[in-house]
C-alpha cells in the first residue's frame, strides 16, 4: 500500500476571501510535505493534529467518508474560491501518533491510478525490468521542499506534463522491449507501444543500453486533451543503462532528435530557478495545452545538468490546480 495519507499538523489558517464558512488551512506532515487545504471555519487551530490525504487517495466507501461520494471517494487537487486545495483535511480519529505518521494502511486507503487504453493493453511478456530502468514517477513538489531548496539559484527548464500514459522503450544487447507502466508487453502490431516502435523504426536506431520514456498521447488515451489525430509519444526522458543514469536535458534533446521522436513540450528552458513562493509554481504551471483548449495537467521542473538530492533525482511535478481529471 502506497503512503497517501499521513498525520499532519496546521501550522497556519487565512481566510478566504468572498467566503463565510470555509478558511485556507497549512499542514505540514513530516516526509509527507507541507500542503493546502480548505477547512470548515472554526474546525480546527493552529498545532491540532489531523489526518490528511493527499491527492490520488481513493476513500472506502463508509460512512466517515461519505460527503467524498460525488467526488467518487477520490481526491484531487483544485483551486476553491480562487486558493489551492490540494489535500482533504479532517480531525483525527486515531490515538498515539505523531507528525508524519503514515495512515494508509490503518485507514484502508488506495492509491487511484488512471485507467490503461485498450490500445496500450498487450500480453505480458515480463514485469518492468526495474534491474535495468527506473519506474517514471515525478513527486510533486509539495512532498520535497528539500529538492526546492537545492535548485534554487540553478539553471532549470520546464516540461509541460501531457496528459497521456507512460511508456519505455530500450534496448540491451539483442534484446529490444516495449513496456507499460508496469509490464513489459509481447511484440504485436495491435498494441500502440509497439505501433510507435515501428513508426519510428526504432529497433534499428535506439541506440545499445539506451531506454526512452515517453507519454503515450492520442485518441482513446485519456480524453485526449492534446486533440491529436492520431497516437503518438512525446520523449521526456533518456537513461543510459550501461551507467544507470539520465542523459542531461541537452542530450535528450539531441538524442530526440537523432532519433527523429517527438520529445516533450518545453515551457522554459536554461533559466534560473528564483521563485519566491509556493503559489508562484502553482501559478507557472497554469495554462492550456498548446493549440486547444483543454487545461494541461501541469508541469515538470529539473535542472538543466542532473543532480541527485539525498540519493533521489532532482525532478518534481507541480499540478495545475485548474486542471480536472
Given at each position: 500500500?502506497?503512503?497517501?495519507?499521513?498525520?499532519?499538523?496546521?501550522?497556519?489558517?487565512?481566510?478566504?476571501?468572498?467566503?463565510?464558512?470555509?478558511?485556507?488551512?497549512?499542514?505540514?506532515?513530516?516526509?509527507?510535505?507541507?500542503?493546502?487545504?480548505?477547512?470548515?471555519?472554526?474546525?480546527f487551530k493552529v498545532d491540532d493534529l489531523v489526518?490528511?490525504?493527499?491527492?490520488?487517495?481513493?476513500?472506502?466507501?463508509?460512512?466517515?467518508?461519505?460527503?467524498?461520494?460525488?467526488?467518487?471517494?477520490?481526491?484531487?487537487?483544485?483551486?476553491?474560491?480562487?486558493?489551492?486545495?490540494?489535500?482533504?483535511?479532517?480531525?483525527?480519529?486515531?490515538?498515539?501518533?505523531?507528525?508524519?505518521?503514515?495512515?494508509?494502511?490503518?485507514?484502508?486507503?488506495?492509491?487511484?491510478?488512471?485507467?490503461?487504453?485498450?490500445?496500450?493493453?498487450?500480453?505480458?511478456?515480463?514485469?518492468?525490468?526495474?534491474?535495468?530502468?527506473?519506474?517514471?514517477?515525478?513527486?510533486?513538489?509539495?512532498?520535497?521542499?528539500?529538492?526546492?531548496?537545492?535548485?534554487?539559484?540553478?539553471?532549470?527548464?520546464?516540461?509541460?506534463?501531457?496528459?497521456?500514459?507512460?511508456?519505455?522503450?530500450?534496448?540491451?544487447?539483442?534484446?529490444?522491449?516495449?513496456?507499460?507502466?508496469?509490464?513489459?508487453?509481447?511484440?504485436?502490431?495491435?498494441?500502440?507501444?509497439?505501433?510507435?516502435?515501428?513508426?519510428?523504426?526504432?529497433?534499428?536506431?535506439?541506440?545499445?543500453?539506451?531506454?526512452?520514456?515517453?507519454?503515450?498521447?492520442?485518441?482513446?488515451?485519456?480524453?485526449?486533451?492534446?486533440?491529436?489525430?492520431?497516437?503518438?509519444?512525446?520523449?521526456?526522458?533518456?537513461?543510459?543503462?550501461?551507467?544507470?543514469?539520465?542523459?542531461?536535458?541537452?542530450?535528450?534533446?539531441?538524442?530526440?532528435?537523432?532519433?527523429?521522436?517527438?520529445?516533450?513540450?518545453?515551457?522554459?528552458?536554461?533559466?534560473?530557478?528564483?521563485?519566491?513562493?509556493?503559489?508562484?509554481?502553482?501559478?507557472?504551471?497554469?495554462?492550456?495545452?498548446?493549440?486547444?483548449?483543454?487545461?494541461?495537467?501541469?508541469?515538470?521542473?529539473?535542472?538543466?545538468?542532473?543532480?541527485?538530492?539525498?540519493?533521489?533525482?532532482?525532478?518534481?511535478?507541480?499540478?495545475?490546480?485548474?486542471?480536472?481529471?
Amino acid at each position: 500500500m502506497e503512503n497517501i495519507a499521513y498525520v499532519g499538523k496546521i501550522i497556519n489558517i487565512d481566510s478566504i476571501e468572498g467566503a463565510d464558512f470555509i478558511v485556507s488551512a497549512t499542514v505540514v506532515c513530516g516526509k509527507g510535505g507541507k500542503w493546502m487545504g480548505t477547512v470548515k471555519k472554526d474546525q480546527f487551530k493552529v498545532d491540532d493534529l489531523v489526518e490528511v490525504y493527499l491527492q490520488d487517495a481513493l476513500l472506502p466507501e463508509t460512512p466517515e467518508f461519505e460527503f467524498m461520494k460525488n467526488y467518487k471517494y477520490k481526491v484531487s487537487m483544485r483551486r476553491f474560491k480562487g486558493v489551492p486545495s490540494e489535500v482533504l483535511i479532517m480531525p483525527l480519529s486515531i490515538e498515539s501518533v505523531n507528525i508524519g505518521d503514515d495512515i494508509s494502511a490503518v485507514k484502508n486507503i488506495a492509491k487511484y491510478s488512471k485507467p490503461i487504453s485498450a490500445r496500450l493493453s498487450g500480453i505480458a511478456l515480463s514485469q518492468f525490468p526495474t534491474h535495468l530502468i527506473p519506474k517514471t514517477d515525478e513527486p510533486n513538489f509539495q512532498r520535497v521542499p528539500e529538492m526546492l531548496d537545492a535548485l534554487r539559484g540553478q539553471r532549470y527548464y520546464t516540461t509541460v506534463k501531457a496528459d497521456g500514459s507512460s511508456g519505455t522503450i530500450y534496448r540491451v544487447d539483442d534484446h529490444f522491449g516495449c513496456c507499460s507502466r508496469n509490464l513489459e508487453l509481447k511484440e504485436s502490431k495491435d498494441n500502440a507501444l509497439w505501433r510507435l516502435a515501428y513508426k519510428y523504426d526504432l529497433q534499428k536506431t535506439l541506440p545499445n543500453k539506451i531506454a526512452i520514456q515517453f507519454e503515450t498521447v492520442g485518441p482513446s488515451i485519456q480524453k485526449n486533451r492534446l486533440q491529436l489525430p492520431e497516437i503518438d509519444l512525446e520523449c521526456f526522458n533518456v537513461w543510459d543503462i550501461e551507467n544507470r543514469k539520465y542523459l542531461d536535458a541537452i542530450d535528450m534533446l539531441d538524442l530526440c532528435e537523432k532519433l527523429g521522436i517527438p520529445n516533450v513540450q518545453i515551457l522554459l528552458w536554461n533559466e534560473m530557478f528564483d521563485f519566491e513562493t509556493e503559489e508562484d509554481l502553482r501559478k507557472l504551471a497554469e495554462g492550456l495545452y498548446e493549440n486547444t483548449k483543454c487545461q494541461r495537467e501541469g508541469i515538470v521542473i529539473r535542472p538543466m545538468i542532473e543532480t541527485m538530492v539525498n540519493g533521489e533525482r532532482l525532478s518534481f511535478k507541480v499540478i495545475n490546480l485548474l486542471y480536472k481529471d
